[in-house]
């Protein structure tokens, strides 16, 4: 089929749709935008292949299946236009109104990348924070984007494995969470779905086939539940619907290697949904559930009493019939349905005064709250943490002791709770309550506890630093931060300026002061302080980790370590000082009248390559190159400054020195005579020597004899080794 046919037949589906939910006025817009984009994005292709506007009416059609506005389909069509086309925003807002130019300006990624940010991280948080800030005034500025990137990731397989991988990644960590938070499950799923797909293949295809190889048993199973089900409940609820289905692949990956259970371990792989037409009607079906089947302790959950941050609604009991298979039973209204299949977008036009009086802004309350804690935090990267933390699918659900609601992600401690209820109370918490009961501040909560914080009005209170190590939310690591940022300003400096000197010397780092000081200049400028005491106060109080500044001053290190080698290490005439040492028969560079002694661990010899090491207080120790006390890299050791050229003076000048030798001979009579009369036949000295004999029979004989160089000596070793029963002989050190 032609491309451009291809593009006409799948707008005119959506414009069909169109046109039996909006009036004519309002379809002609939608139609100036796919003609727009159509014209703009001509001659652009998919990774795909495809024509590039196929995507943004793919975007469209998505938004449309989602019950949004007639603007929300134009903005949909025109989402790429200013970001990837020469068309301006100023065109957009000429031709389409503000309103729509609104949504499209929400939905392009930041134009050229400012100066001041450094790395795709950076560039990513920057993007994330202006779409955040755009869903905070419109909220539909997110469900096209979540609608954008929903058709990406269905295309994904076009692109570079990397790329595929950091996408899917990001769909996962950012997303997905969002779309969670929204109550959008369909998109949540399929994100979450397609994302494990790329990430981790093999698993994915694991659960797959497991699915796929009960797929005729879950099938039967959930029809012959549902029809149990249907023939008790309708006696009650005459027109209640049923449905029945099967766990996400996502959600079975979780638990299955995040959590560690067994597939057989999973009690929600199968799902029986009631709907009905009343709340009452609801708990009339719970009853009858629990009659006619066993209730599994502690999986019930009434989230119509108690709804979820995303408005989600409904009877949760997980369940055990005759044939030993447990299975979860959701039940809710219509409403409660549509709220949770669609989420925020069933609700968008209440805002807009359009159908009741819903509490809209308080549903998108936490929108604001991630982009206040994104202004109290040093790094725009926070905001990404944030949500990869906190807008978690697993949450729980603590009370106030007035009984409101507070929602945190699982794991959250006592000192969560308090800082999710207001900075001031966690700034004054000194302790906390939960049922009554004192608790330790890492107390991590649960759902339907009641927490009590308890303050102090004493003037000057205010959190401890090891709560960081504590708390699980970024809101409150980076409220903490804040205070400590505003109240203890010269107590950070001078923390952060001691912890920065403990890790450098941690990592045997020296720097002269110079070097250093212009170090920490650079690394303030990179982190973007205004002075090196800012610099060091955001250590102190955590605002810039001391991991992320380590990396650059390690790099410095060696950079400046390899520009001093020449004049360290390198053993050339040019390079030598003019001050030298002289001493048993060795030449030090670079320093003068000190001693020089030659180490026991390698008894190094004329002959030997060699390298002198600074000690402290017993002058020069010369070693061989390749002994196992000196570092294989000078430059990148612990002490490179310590290491210094040497050399062998000239063999006029030189004198006997003491070598070491290992034997490795078989057991027998007159072995030591043998040995004894080769060393006197060629008028070697012997200085020491010892032997044993190990648990095999075998016998080491070591020899400390006289040589002048290692030519001699090596003749010595080839006499050593004709000698009957002698298999080995090797030099060792302590001559």
């Not at 309708?234 to 259970?261: C, F, T, W």
């Not at 371990?265 to 066993?294: K, P, Q, W």
């Not at 980076?478 to 950070?492: G, L, P, Q, S, V």
């Not at 001050?579 to 003068?592: N, R």
Request: proline share 3%.
């Amino acid at each position: 089929m032609d491309e451009n046919m291809s593009v006409e037949l799948m707008y005119d589906e959506l414009r069909e749709q169109a046109a039996e939910l909006f009036d004519t006025k309002e379809v002609e817009i939608i139609d100036k935008a796919f003609q727009l984009a159509k014209r703009q994005h001509n001659g652009q292709k998919r990774s795909s292949g495809e024509p590039y506007i196929i995507h943004p009416v793919a975007v469209a059609k998505i938004v449309l299946d989602y019950g949004m506005d007639y603007q929300s389909v134009a903005a949909a069509m025109l989402h790429d236009t200013v970001e990837d086309t020469d068309i301006t925003l100023e065109e957009v807002t000429r031709e389409f109104g503000s309103d729509i130019a609104h949504l499209v300006d929400g939905l392009t990624k930041l134009g050229k990348v400012p100066l001041d940010i450094k790395d795709k991280e950076e560039q990513q948080a920057e993007n994330v924070r202006k779409m955040l800030l755009a869903m905070s005034e419109d909220i539909r500025v997110i469900i096209i984007k979540l609608a954008d990137r929903l058709h990406n990731i269905r295309t994904l397989n076009f692109v570079s494995p990397q790329k595929r991988r950091d996408k899917a990644l990001e769909t996962l960590e950012i997303y997905a969470p969002i779309a969670h938070r929204l109550g959008i499950r369909a998109i949540k799923e399929e994100l979450e779905d397609k994302a494990i797909s790329y990430l981790d293949p093999i698993a994915y295809k694991e659960i797959e086939d497991a699915l796929a190889s009960q797929g005729k048993s879950h099938k039967e199973f959930l029809e012959t539940i549902k029809k149990q089900i249907s023939e008790r409940v309708k006696e009650v609820v005459p027109d209640a619907k049923l449905e029945g289905r099967i766990k996400s692949v996502h959600g079975i990956y979780r638990k299955m290697y995040i959590q560690n259970r067994n597939f057989d371990e999973i009690y929600d792989i199968y799902a029986v949904r009631i709907i009905v037409n009343s709340t009452i009607e609801c708990y009339d079906c719970l009853g009858i559930i629990h009659d006619m089947f066993t209730p599994i302790p502690g999986r019930f959950k009434d989230y119509i009493s108690t709804p979820k941050p995303n408005m989600y609604q409904s009877l949760h009991t997980t369940v055990i019939g005759k044939a030993g298979i447990p299975f979860e039973v959701q039940i809710r209204t219509w409403d409660m349905h549509k709220t949770a299949e669609f989420g925020i977008a069933a609700h968008w036009k209440y805002k807009l005064g359009l159908n009741g009086t819903q509490k809209f802004e308080e549903r998108l309350a936490w929108i604001r709250q991630l982009l206040e804690t994104q202004k109290e935090a040093d790094d725009v990267k926070d905001i990404v943490t944030t949500i990869k933390s906190d807008l978690v699918p697993e949450e729980v659900f603590v009370f106030t002791p007035k009984g409101d609601v507070i929602d945190l992600p699982m794991g959250a401690t006592v000192i969560d709770f308090a800082y999710a209820i207001h900075s001031a109370v966690g700034t004054k918490m000194v302790g906390a309550k939960v049922g009554g009961r004192i608790v330790p501040l890492d107390y991590k909560v649960q759902t339907g506890e009641i927490v009590e914080v308890l303050t102090s009005s004493q003037p000057g209170k205010g959190p401890s630093r090891d709560w960081l190590n504590i708390v699980k939310t970024s809101g409150a690591k980076t409220k903490i931060r804040a205070w400590f940022k505003k109240e203890r300003r010269d107590e950070n400096i001078v923390e952060g300026r001691a912890e920065l000197e403990r890790e450098i010397k941690r990592n045997k780092i020296r720097f002269t002061d110079e070097e250093y000081e212009n170090i920490i200049i650079t690394l303030a400028e990179r982190q973007h302080c205004a002075t090196v005491d800012d610099f060091y106060a955001a250590l102190g109080y955590g605002g810039i980790p001391i991991s992320r500044v380590m990396p650059f001053i390690r790099d410095e290190y060696h950079r400046l370590m390899t520009a001093r080698q020449p004049e360290k290490i390198k053993i050339t005439e040019t390079s030598r000082a003019t001050k030298h040492s002289v001493g048993e028969g060795v030449s030090v560079d670079g320093i003068d009248n000190c001693l020089i002694k030659l180490s026991r661990c390698c008894a190094p010899i004329p002959g030997d390559e060699i390298i002198g090491f600074i000690t402290r207080g017993h002058g020069v120790s010369i070693h061989k190159r390749d002994c196992t006390n000196v570092p294989a890299d000078i430059v990148n050791c612990e002490e490179p400054d310590r290491w210094i050229s040497a050399r062998w003076l000239s063999s006029n000048n030189i004198k006997e020195f003491k070598a070491s030798l290992s034997l490795e001979c078989e057991s027998r009579v007159a072995l030591m005579a043998d040995i004894a009369t080769v060393l006197a036949d060629m008028r070697v000295m012997i200085n020491a020597v010892n032997a044993r004999q190990d648990k095999n029979g075998k016998d080491y004989v070591y020899l400390t004899i006289t040589v002048k160089s290692t030519d001699f000596l090596n003749i010595v070793i080839s006499k050593l080794k004709t000698i009957k029963g002698v298999h080995n002989v090797s030099r060792s050190g302590n001559a």
